[in-house]
C-alpha cells in the first residue's frame, strides 16, 4: 500500500472498527466517563449512625457548604446498626464514581479487629478523601449519680461492682472501646448498653437509664447545659475550651488514657484520583469558613484540613493504636 493511501486507511476506519469502537467505549466504567462532568447529580453521605450523635451533626454542617461550592445537593444518609458495619458494606458496595462517601469515624479502625468477620476490607476496599474534624472526649456521668469528679466515680463504682451501666453508640465504638479500656486501667466494673447512634445513647444518660458514657461535646453539650450530665474528666489533653473547669485525665489521676475522636470522609476504592482531589480541596475551603470553625468551636471540636494521604495516614495509625486496645480489653463482636 503507498503512503498516500495508507494514510486515507488511518483517516477512514471501516465499520467494523467504528462499531468496535463504540462498543469499547460503552464499556468503560462508568466513574471513568464522568470524570470531565462530576458532579452531575447529587451527592450522598452516608453516616453510620443514627440521627443527632456527633457524626450526624458533623456531616450535616459540612454538606450544607459543600452542596453549595459544587452546584449540587449532598444528602445525609443515615444508615444505622452493627456497630456501623450497615453503613459502611452500603458504600463499600456502591459504585466508584464519587456520588456515595461514607462519614468515617473510628470503628472504622476498630471492628476490623473485634469481629469476626466483616462484609468489606476497610484497607482495600476505601480511599480517603479528608478529615472533618478532631474532637476531645470526655467522661461524663448522669447528674442523678453522685460523684463530683474521677476518684469519688471510681469509688462509687468499685462499691458497686457490676451494678453500674454505661452507655456507647455502639459495639465496637471508640467509646465502647475507651470505656473498656477506662475499666482495664481504673479496676472498675460497670455493664456496657450499647445504642444505635450517640444521640440516643446521650439522651438516655440525662434522663438516668445508664449512669455514666464517654462521649464528645458534639453530642452533649446541650445536655451539660441544661444540668442533666455532667462531665468528669477529658479522656485525654488538653482541657475542653467549652468546659474549662473539667480536668484532663493526666491532671485526675489517669496518666496518659487519651481517645480523641475524629471524622472524616472516605469513598469506595477506585474512585478517580480527580474526583478525590476536587472532593478534598472543596471540603478544605468549607472546613476554612468562619461560620464553620465558629459552629465546631462552640460544640468542643475543630476543623481539620489536610490532604487525602494524610487522613490515610491517621487512619493507618488509628489502626494500629486500636488493634493492640481491642486485644487488651477482650473485645470481640459476632
Known amino acids: 500500500m503507498s503512503e498516500r493511501h495508507h494514510g486515507a486507511a488511518l483517516a477512514r476506519p471501516g465499520r467494523r472498527a467504528l462499531l468496535l469502537g463504540t462498543a469499547g467505549a460503552l464499556a468503560l466504567p462508568a466513574a471513568v466517563q464522568a470524570q470531565g462532568e462530576w458532579p452531575a447529580r447529587n451527592i450522598r453521605i452516608v453516616v453510620p449512625f443514627a440521627p443527632g450523635g456527633s457524626s450526624d451533626v458533623s456531616a450535616r454542617l459540612v454538606a450544607n457548604h459543600l452542596g453549595t461550592r459544587l452546584g ?47 462484609p468489606f476490607n476497610s484497607e482495600r476496599d476505601f480511599r ?67 445504642y444505635r447512634g450517640g444521640g440516643p445513647a446521650v439522651a438516655d444518660l440525662a434522663a438516668g437509664r445508664v449512669q455514666a458514657m464517654i462521649a464528645s461535646p458534639l453530642e452533649a453539650a446541650g ?19 467549652a468546659w474549662p473547669e473539667v480536668p484532663t485525665a493526666d491532671e485526675a489521676g489517669l496518666a496518659g488514657f487519651s481517645t480523641p475522636g475524629w471524622f472524616g470522609l472516605t469513598a469506595p476504592a477506585g474512585v478517580p484520583d480527580a474526583i478525590v482531589q476536587r472532593l478534598n480541596t472543596e471540603i478544605n475551603a468549607v472546613l476554612a469558613m468562619p461560620e464553620v470553625t465558629g459552629r465546631l468551636g462552640e460544640m468542643g471540636a475543630s476543623a481539620a484540613p489536610g490532604t487525602a494521604e494524610s487522613f490515610g495516614a491517621l487512619i493507618a495509625d488509628q489502626r494500629k493504636q486500636w488493634a493492640e486496645a481491642v486485644r487488651a480489653a477482650g473485645i470481640r463482636i459476632e
Open 72 to 118: 449540587r445537593t449532598v444528602v445525609v444518609d443515615n444508615k444505622p446498626g452493627a456497630a456501623t458495619v450497615i453503613g459502611t458494606t452500603e458504600v463499600a458496595r456502591s459504585a466508584p464514581d464519587g456520588y456515595t462517601l461514607l462519614l468515617t469515624p473510628p470503628p472504622f479502625a476498630i471492628i476490623p479487629f473485634a469481629y469476626a468477620n466483616l
Open 128 to 194: 480517603p478523601v479528608a478529615l472533618l474534624v478532631l474532637s476531645p472526649n470526655a467522661l461524663m456521668v448522669s447528674s442523678e449519680v453522685p460523684a463530683q469528679n474521677f476518684a469519688e466515680f471510681v469509688a462509687l463504682a468499685k462499691s458497686r461492682p457490676g451494678q453500674l451501666n454505661y452507655a456507647s453508640p455502639g459495639n465496637g465504638s471508640l467509646p465502647h472501646v475507651a470505656f473498656e479500656l477506662l475499666k482495664l486501667r481504673a479496676g472498675i466494673d460497670l455493664v456496657h448498653v450499647p
Open 223 to 241: 445536655q451539660v447545659q441544661a444540668g442533666r450530665v455532667r462531665p468528669l474528666m477529658v479522656a485525654g489533653t488538653p482541657r475542653i475550651s
